[in-house]
Nanobody, 125 residues
Framework: QVQLVESGGGLVQAGSSLRLSCSAS????????MGWFRQAPGKEREMAAV??????????TYADSVKGRFTITMDNNKNTLYLQMNSLKPEDTAVYYC????????????????WGQGTQVTVSS
């Protein structure tokens, strides 16, 4: 098992940057496919960025809405997943979750086995 804890959220103005962190305990994150998901009020949880398992080359996939602005990375030494978010927009406002899947990679929240508690990101216009 792996336990995930997100941090780094906050209230920022449009155009600002934030870096979310997801620290893990229990097992190495490199054993999992990893993802950042977000859920806005009244909306379904959606994929923001996915990083495939290291043995499949660490491929990244971004939602079209964040492509070019968000970057997902992993520091294996710190066993921590990051999401660098630049040029934030009000529509990025959501609770952001990191998650781990036993699959190599997945875009579907239902295929993720472990979730953090989430961190709130609010972007004002």
């Amino acid at each position: 098992q792996v336990q995930l804890v997100e941090s780094g959220g906050g209230l920022v103005q449009a155009g600002s940057s934030l870096r979310l962190s997801c620290s893990a305990s229990g097992r190495a994150l490199s054993n999992y496919g990893m993802g950042w998901f977000r859920q806005a009020p009244g909306k379904e949880r959606e994929m923001a960025a996915v990083l495939s398992h290291k043995w499949s080359g660490g491929r990244v996939t971004y939602a079209d809405s964040v492509k070019g602005r968000f970057t997902i990375t992993m520091d294996n030494n710190k066993n921590t997943l990051y999401l660098q978010m630049n040029s934030l927009k009000p529509e990025d406002t959501a609770v952001y979750y990191c998650a781990a899947t036993r699959f190599t990679s997945s875009l579907a929240p239902s295929e993720y086995d472990y979730w953090g508690q989430g961190t709130q990101v609010t972007v004002s216009s």
